[in-house]
């Protein structure tokens, strides 16, 4: 029998065990304490004591078969109260409640709960749960530093990823190095962002870091005579953004980004065409089916950045009716009716944008929509609390070449691919493609649509994260 107390959760947890096989154990200089035990038929709870950005005072757990703590990394990279189990999730709450005598709706679980069974994680989601958004916008970040292409600087983060694709040049010699990897694989796209460098299919058959690339890298790009419209408008679209950032402490960088805003916006009207049609290696990865919404994006971006009436002319013009599958690289239609009803109040934008959230729709970047049109006085309460709740069900393991591989030079390959033990490095902060319409997850590698990683799967999310951190600053929305 296990027995935890209740008392001082916020201060130092205490722990009394009796009756089991289990060893304690100091590891001095990471100052944590580590539990082992190899009695999986019991659970085991484990209060973590969170301090942010240190390796003090925290109470690991090491059960059966989970041996991801062994890397001296942080359980979970959320504040919480770590539950460990070898029982079924669904008799939790009551074993829980007779171990502990707590009221485990609030005393016990007054924090964010993380299940690990059977090697996999599990969040449970209450009102009262506390989220640390700075902690998980830190690690979203932490993603991104891991996805880096290029020379990569001496305060490099991530202690697993070195120098890559250096030699990336553009047809005509332009430098093209640098940038982020698009997701699990080492190619860069025009679509959802930076240069398209990189063959899909070379790519695509080679499982290995990106340090250890030895194919071709061929680098595309648009032009009159092979356009793309959708890039040029979305790139139209951050310089603009960029240049109102930057309009008060850095006004030449700002004036810079707004003309090149100017004229990849009038290439765009110019020249129409979707990229993949110019760039047809591309077409299978990240093919893209239409550009006006890109235009009307572009164009409604510009407006706000210039006040220039034929800007939001061209939004207007472009901008397509109805109902839309959701805010994504290839799609703007959401985005496009957050802006243009908050620049105009028009009702049929407003009405387009209700009938959107009554669809089914990816979870975090429309999370991050919903944020943004609570935003401009569109039923707030009613898709803040919508917004938080798909956030907090966000969760999952990561299919990322890199991050499968051990330390170099030792050597990677398809067979880490096929492996089913955990990825030697932790992949912090990266979000899966995540459960299917049925809402059922398998951790396997293979799976890239459940379980890939990708730069624009994190993008809503920490977006939507940095609104909720910003509405429980406000007062306006508890964590």
């Known amino acids: 029998m296990a027995v935890v107390t209740c008392l001082a959760l916020k201060r130092r947890p205490i722990l009394n065990a009796l009756n089991f ?10 100052g944590r304490t580590i539990i082992r035990t190899s009695n999986t038929n019991m659970i085991v709870l484990c209060v973590h004591y969170y301090t942010y950005m240190t390796h003090t005072s925290e109470l690991w757990v090491q059960m059966g078969n989970i ?19 070898s029982q079924t999730i669904c008799k939790l709450l009551p074993a829980v409640h007779a171990l502990t005598g707590c009221d485990t709706t609030s005393s016990l679980f007054g924090e964010d ?11 449970s989601q209450g009102d009262d749960t506390k989220y640390n958004y700075d902690e998980v916008l830190e690690k979203s970040i932490l993603f991104y530093a891991a996805q880096r292409s290029g020379k990569l600087p001496a305060d490099n983060p991530i202690p697993w990823r070195n120098d890559s694709a250096v030699l990336d040049k553009g047809q005509n010699g332009e430098d093209l190095t640098g940038r982020w990897y698009d997701a699990g694989d080492n190619v860069k796209f025009g679509f959802p962002m930076s240069a398209t460098v990189g063959d899909g299919g070379k790519d695509h058959a ?22 793309g419209s959708d890039v040029a408008a979305e790139y139209a679209a951050a310089m603009a953004v960029g240049s109102m950032v930057f309009k008060e402490k850095d006004p030449a960088f700002s004036s810079k980004l707004l003309t090149h805003a100017t004229h990849l916006y009038e290439f765009a009207k110019t020249y129409n065409s979707v990229y993949s049609t110019s760039v047809p290696e591309a077409a299978a990865y990240c093919r893209s089916v239409m550009y006006e919404d890109e235009l009307s994006w572009g164009g409604a971006w510009l407006y706000m950045a210039t006040n220039d009436s034929q800007y939001l002319d061209d939004a207007e013009k472009n901008y397509q009716t109805g109902a839309a ?3 994504l690289w290839d799609d703007k239609n959401t985005g496009n009716m957050i802006l243009l009803y908050n620049i105009t109040k028009k009702d049929i934008y407003k009405q387009d944008l209700e009938q959107t959230f009554k669809n089914w729709m990816p979870g975090a970047n429309m999370a991050f929509m919903a944020l943004l049109t609570a935003e401009v006085g569109m039923h707030p309460t009613e898709y803040r609390k919508w917004a938080k709740s798909q956030i907090g069900y966000a969760l999952g393991r990561k299919k990322f070449c890199s991050s499968s591989c051990p330390m170099m030079p030792g050597p990677c390959s398809d067979l880490n691919k096929q492996a089913d033990a955990p990825n030697p490095h932790t992949l912090f902060g990266a979000l899966v493609g995540g459960p299917g319409q049925n809402d059922q997850y398998k951790d396997d590698r293979n799976n890239y649509i459940n379980n890939e990683v990708a730069c624009d799967y994190n993008a809503g999310f920490q977006s939507a994260v940095a609104g909720l951190k910003s509405l429980h600053l406000r007062h306006i929305l508890d964590r």
């Open 67 to 85: 041996s991801s703590v062994k890397d001296g990394r942080r359980f979970s990279p959320i504040h919480q109260l770590c539950v460990c189990l």
């Open 325 to 327: 599958w959701g805010q």
């Open 21 to 30: 096989d289990t060893k304690f154990g100091e590891m001095g200089k990471s």
């Open 206 to 227: 080679f499982w290995g870091r990106p340090e250890d690339m030895k194919m071709d890298r061929p680098a595309f790009k648009i032009t009159a005579t092979n356009p």
């Open 113 to 123: 709960v993380l299940f690990r069974y059977k090697n996999q994680l599990f969040f």
